[in-house]
């Protein structure tokens, strides 16, 4: 039988050590333990907090989790899923707007520091789509795919319901390069072109494609590729 939480030594509960000793002492799974509070009657919090970060492959999968992704997952109902769904709008948030304060893109730079520290993380391509309003000021960040960027996975409705949504009057594409080199490939130029088209057609412009590498970067619009 798991040993519960209330059953361990204080001093090595998740919570009485994060205000012991600070959040950064803590991980990850322990981490996830304090914003839970609960387990399962068969498994305490900690466990299944370790359960949930693999089964999403980390962090960076768990952020990115759906409210069916999490129920999917034994042990999560509406009301963690609801946690977590709230703790990853958090993350992003602070990510997207630098706690609270707006975020204007200037330049290509402004949209590749943004986004770059998370990106060169991956050890796959991931699409990401800022979105902004018509002060360029950045209005959300879509996740719009994961894997190889081709026409048979990014699809355009992917990259502009959002947008749409949100009533964005431009989009950025950002996506990396694991290889650590930016140069866009002809699947990057090909997808860039037929996302420009639809933007066209709909009236949200993209403005610009940014590749991610290792602590750099290359925009389409400067390379005139756009």
Partial sequence: METRIMDMPQNERPQ????????????NSELLAVILRTGTKNENVINLSQRIITAFNGINGLLEASQDD?????????????????????????QTYR????????SPGDAADLIMVELREFKQEVLKVL???????????????MGSLNSSIVHPREIYKEAIRKS??????VHNHPSGDPSPSS?????????????????IELLD??????????????????
């Avoid at 009485?16 to 991980?27: H, I, K, M």
């Avoid at 999490?70 to 602070?94: H, T």
């Avoid at 706690?99 to 200037?106: C, P, Q, V």
Wanted: net charge positive; charged share 25%; proline share 0%.
């Fill in 131 to 145: 979105l902004l309003n018509t002060k360029n000021i950045v209005i959300g960040i879509h996740n719009a795919s």
């Fill in 16 to 27: 009485e050590r994060l205000l012991r000793y600070g959040a950064d002492s803590l991980s």
């Fill in 168 to 173: 964005a009057a431009s989009i950025i594409m």
């Fill in 187 to 203: 699947e990057d130029l090909a997808a860039t072109g037929r996302i420009k088209e639809v933007g066209k057609i709909i009236g």
């Fill in 209 to 226: 494609h940014i590749i991610i590498g290792d602590g750099k970067y290359i925009s389409l619009r400067e390379k005139n590729l756009l």
């Fill in 99 to 106: 706690s609270g304060d707006s975020y204007k893109i200037n």
């Fill in 70 to 94: 999490l129920m999917s997952i034994s042990g999560i109902k509406e009301a963690k899923a609801s946690q977590i769904l709230s703790m990853a709008e958090m993350a992003k948030r602070f």
